[in-house]
């Protein structure tokens, strides 16, 4: 196990000692912005007063490549104290990916200036995801903001796992 999973399985077995109490989903809507890694809307639809689902739509981009997701989450929610709890879910997402147009220019062996252009390509994103974090529900207001680590597992790019690079902050308003 590397250096990285051991605060994140630190971080879960001590939310999972937790003695088993109400949750605080107090309204049936949250709609919001997520920032982190990859930047988007979220939306939370409660269930019932202890789970609910959520829907993400992200875009992330650097300079090699842009990409696309909607991503839909079933999640539990569990109370730490008075307006904080935890949340751990699953589900899955579907999106594409496509690489930019790559421009290279150098000069040759014989003095001369050459261009090289990589065509772009897309790919389509499959995977299952995860998510584990905290939310914080400001007393007085309707909103709430939230941290999570949603770690994912794509099927058809590069079949492998992140752990890390999906940390999100969320800020939501509750309807």
Known sequence: ???ASWPLLTFGIVLLSFGKVSAQLDTQHAVGGRF???TGFSYRYTLAEDRAVQGIMSLQSNSKSRR???VGLYEFHKPLAENFSWFYGFGGSVGSSRDKDVVRTWVNEAGQTVTERTDN???LALS???IIGVEYAIPTTPLSVSVDLK???D???ESSIRLIDPFGLTIRYKF
């Open 1 to 3: 196990m590397n250096k």
């Open 36 to 38: 982190g890694s990859a």
């Open 68 to 70: 696309f997701r909607l």
């Open 121 to 123: 390509k897309s790919e």
């Open 128 to 130: 299952i995801d995860g």
């Open 151 to 153: 770690p994912y597992f």
């Open 155 to 157: 099927f058809l790019q």
